[in-house]
């Protein structure tokens, strides 16, 4: 198969790179979209990898992020955060796991790794944006200080096994849908 030109890699990670600085633009302006605004975010860094493109999934993740930063989130540095830390790296982890390890028990040594990622992620969003974000005067907010440890590492452990297999998932269909582009 033809390798694709290095012209359609600049296009398709700028158009990865757009919707990824609007998606994270809308869901710093509107907070009841961030879970939208960060899944749509993703699946369009996604796209780039699926041409086998990592420079351009790199580039897209970093000037969609800076380009959100400066269209809206500078007040609210706060809200790219998580995106910055852990979700919008995740679809290059995953790639850069599938195209490079074959054997099941390195899969599960990568599987552990990611997971202490996310949970050390979560962890730095708990110190670091707690008071920003309000939690302090919420009603469970001294159940989870005082299980805090356990709540992450096992709670947010269970919800990435979840969340890392969707993301396989969903990079297969991104795959597929854009394989159809003849280029």
């Not at 509107?30 to 993703?42: E, S």
């Not at 970093?62 to 989130?73: E, I, K, M, R, S």
């Not at 805090?148 to 998932?169: E, K, N, P, R, W």
Request: positive net charge; proline residues 3%.
């Amino acid at each position: 198969m033809k390798r694709p030109s290095r012209s359609f890699e600049i296009v398709l990670s700028a158009i990865a790179c757009a919707v990824v600085a609007l998606a994270l633009t809308l869901a710093s302006y509107v907070n009841f979209l961030m879970a939208a605004g960060y899944l749509l975010a993703v699946f369009a860094l996604m796209v780039p990898l699926s041409k086998d493109f990592i420079w351009g999934e790199v580039l897209a993740f970093l000037g969609g992020v800076l380009l959100a930063f400066f269209f809206g989130a500078l007040a609210f540095f706060w809200q790219l955060l998580p995106f910055a830390v852990f979700f919008g790296l995740h679809p290059l982890i995953n790639y850069l796991q599938l195209r490079f390890t074959k054997k099941k028990p390195l899969h599960a040594l990568w599987f552990l790794l990611k997971a202490l990622w996310f949970d050390g992620a979560m962890l730095l969003m708990w110190f670091t944006l707690g008071g920003v974000l309000g939690i302090t005067g919420a009603v469970w907010y001294d159940w989870v200080k005082s299980y805090l440890y356990l709540v992450i590492f096992l709670g947010g452990t269970i919800f990435f096994a979840v969340y890392d297999v969707l993301m396989f998932l969903c990079q297969k269909s991104v795959n597929a849908i854009v394989r159809r582009i003849k280029r």
